[in-house]
């Protein structure tokens, strides 16, 4: 190789100190390649520019050693794996999003409960609007993906003062707040819930995972929270129940995504739509420049990386999501 390069989706002279081993070049996905995708070491995907673009220059990528997402979710990228040198490692941005998606969650589903869509709508009409509304305090909560994100929406959950939070993860374990239990557990705990938080990672075992049978078994009148993955519902099924009027749901991503103009989805009743937007927001940039100086320092040092969620050429790899095993991006790479 003529150098070992290190592709940024930021311009390197934005970063901060790095190691002086690489030469770093800028590709934000957008236009020709900045160098010869052989010499590239470390590559770090551009940020929301879709799975096209993300995967584009791995075949040409014989010597990586590194991909690293911005992204919680990896979804996007584990289809590209096979075309990786065998051993190279897959990272995925744990502890980049954690604040911002469960910031998000917790704005989606109080302005859900409160009627805030409601009130703007009754404001720009200039009518004054009183009425009961249903609270967060006292309501049972169900987070279904506990991992880093599910974790820090249950940590911002406590001072509104559920009733009871139970959480659900791939594996049973004691988290500091109390049992995760397993998928098994959902036919239990979903008819308990008020609000149930979708924050798992987009696998074969999650996709389509909330169908009309999980539906069916929520209360009348629960809030179902979408930060994960678009394809992790059955938007058919969803789309029943909201026009029936017996669920509601607030959704940061869709399946389409992005949804298209005229979609039913838009106009069902009880639907709250913001656009996969619990990454992008003023906590992003700092805190990807951060964990990208740590892995490189690592990379540099010999020292595994951190944040590993697949190796190229084994069969046994974990599944991308947001925070090993809880969250949220969809199909076709736009993830938080």
Not at 46 to 68: E, F, H
Not at 237 to 257: C, N
Request: glycine fraction near 12%; include cysteine; charged fraction near 20%.
């Amino acid at each position: 190789m003529a150098s070992a390069d290190v592709w940024l989706p930021f311009p390197p002279d934005e970063m901060g100190a790095l190691p002086e081993s690489f030469d770093y070049v800028h590709w934000d996905g957008e236009g020709e390649f900045p160098a010869d995708p052989e010499n590239c070491v470390f590559y770090v995907v551009p940020y929301m520019k879709g799975q096209s673009v993300a995967v584009r220059p791995l075949a040409r990528m014989t010597n990586v050693r590194v991909v690293q997402t911005l992204t919680a979710g990896v979804d996007h990228m584990e289809p590209a794996l096979p075309q990786l040198p065998r051993g190279a490692l897959l990272c995925n941005a744990r502890g980049v999003h954690e604040a911002s998606t469960a910031e998000l969650a917790l704005t989606l589903a109080l302005a859900s409960l409160r009627d805030i869509p409601g009130f703007v709508r009754a404001q720009d009409a200039g009518e004054w609007r009183q009425g009961f509304r249903p609270a967060l305090a006292d309501r049972t909560v169900l987070i279904v993906g506990h991992g880093a994100i599910g974790s820090a929406i249950e940590e911002r959950l406590v001072p509104f003062e559920p009733e009871a939070v139970h959480r659900v993860a791939r594996t049973a374990r004691t988290a500091p707040r109390g049992p995760v239990h397993t998928l098994a557990d959902l036919p239990r705990l979903l008819p308990e819930a008020d609000v149930v938080f979708l924050v798992t990672p987009l696998t074969d075992a999650t996709r389509g995972l909330v169908d009309a049978d999980f539906l069916a078994r929520m209360k009348d009148g629960a809030l179902l929270v979408n930060v994960a993955r678009g394809a992790v519902v059955d938007t058919d099924a969803l789309l029943a129940e909201l026009e029936s009027g017996r669920l509601r749901a607030a959704l940061d991503v869709t399946d389409p995504e992005p949804l298209p103009s005229g979609h039913p989805l838009w106009r069902a009743p009880g639907v709250l739509i913001t656009p996969h937007v619990g990454g992008p927001s003023s906590a992003f940039a700092p805190r990807a420049r951060r964990l990208l100086r740590d892995q490189l320092r690592r990379f540099a040092a010999g020292e595994p990386p951190g944040n590993v969620v697949a190796v190229a050429g084994e069969e046994d790899r974990a599944g991308g999501g947001t925070g090993g095993g809880a969250g949220g991006g969809t199909g076709g790479g736009r993830s938080i």
